[in-house]
């Protein structure tokens, strides 16, 4: 998803959880629409108030690749007035325009935005336990199939799961450190974003998990600490 959809979805998310009602229309053409999958649909489904499956759907959205942000304005048919606020503030922020319209399908060369942007240098480290943890809570539904894609079995995902019960974070973090202590140098971060392509997790969600906290440090220290 590009970043100003994503910044947007962040700075409306609490209006947007107490605005919208996502199970009658929303999350159907969603799924129609193969932005959503199955098991993002029933984890949506699963939470027990209308504001948490808004928020679970808006914690999803920004991990489903470029295609979503314009499928979601096209499933706000019923909420009009919410898209036509989003659309409003989206063209009048700086920076480049709102893409295609919302009632269009992407055109050709808009799936460049798929490409991973990190550097090189970046690729070829070995995430530490910090980067995993990020990653580990920006992760949905999809977590197994990154896990299995990284080339654990179906027994070691399921301990995961039944040893951190309480926390999706906590099982998919201990699943990635058992990949990365299992494949040592090997377990890079270019072999984490083949692993997020095959589970159709946008490659954007690594670069801000390894390169957000780079600016916010940068942003936040005192200049004697930048010296």
């Given at each position: 998803?590009?970043?100003?959809?994503?910044?947007?979805?962040?700075?409306?998310?609490?209006?947007?959880?107490?605005?919208?009602?996502?199970?009658?229309?929303?999350?159907?053409?969603?799924?129609?629409?193969?932005?959503?999958?199955?098991?993002?649909?029933?984890?949506?489904?699963?939470?027990?108030?209308?504001?948490?499956?808004?928020?679970?759907?808006?914690?999803?959205?920004?991990?489903?690749?470029?295609?979503?942000?314009?499928?979601?304005?096209?499933?706000?048919?019923?909420?009009?007035?919410?898209?036509?606020?989003?659309?409003?503030?989206?063209?009048?922020?700086?920076?480049?325009?709102?893409?295609?319209?919302?009632?269009?399908?992407?055109?050709?060369?808009?799936?460049?935005?798929?490409?991973?942007?990190?550097?090189?240098?970046?690729?070829?480290?070995?995430?530490?336990?910090?980067?995993?943890?990020?990653?580990?809570?920006?992760?949905?539904?999809?977590?197994?199939?990154v896990l299995m894609d990284l080339?654990?079995?179906?027994?070691?995902?399921?301990?995961?799961?039944?040893?951190?019960?309480?926390?999706?974070?906590?099982?998919?973090?201990?699943?990635?450190?058992?990949?990365?202590?299992?494949?040592?140098?090997?377990?890079?971060?270019?072999?984490?974003?083949?692993?997020?392509?095959?589970?159709?997790?946008?490659?954007?969600?690594?670069?801000?998990?390894?390169?957000?906290?780079?600016?916010?440090?940068?942003?936040?220290?005192?200049?004697?600490?930048?010296?």
């Amino acid at each position: 998803m590009d970043p100003a959809h994503r910044a947007l979805l962040r700075a409306h998310r609490l209006e947007l959880s107490g605005q919208l009602l996502v199970s009658d229309t929303i999350v159907p053409l969603l799924y129609q629409d193969d932005i959503l999958t199955e098991a993002q649909v029933e984890h949506i489904e699963s939470q027990p108030t209308n504001r948490q499956k808004t928020l679970k759907l808006l914690d999803l959205l920004p991990s489903r690749g470029p295609r979503a942000f314009h499928a979601f304005l096209r499933s706000l048919d019923d909420f009009s007035w919410v898209r036509d606020k989003l659309l409003l503030e989206l063209q009048t922020r700086p920076g480049p325009g709102p893409g295609p319209e919302p009632g269009l399908a992407p055109g050709p060369g808009l799936g460049s935005t798929d490409v991973c942007r990190l550097p090189d240098s970046v690729l070829q480290k070995v995430p530490s336990d910090q980067e995993l943890s990020r990653l580990a809570s920006r992760l949905g539904a999809e977590w197994e199939s990154v896990l299995m894609d990284l080339g654990l079995s179906a027994e070691a995902v399921f301990r995961c799961r039944s040893d951190h019960s309480l926390s999706i974070q906590a099982a998919v973090l201990a699943g990635l450190v058992q990949w990365r202590r299992r494949d040592g140098r090997k377990a890079t971060v270019q072999r984490l974003v083949q692993s997020l392509k095959a589970a159709d997790v946008h490659p954007s969600v690594l670069e801000d998990v390894l390169m957000g906290p780079t600016r916010e440090t940068l942003i936040s220290s005192p200049p004697e600490k930048l010296l």
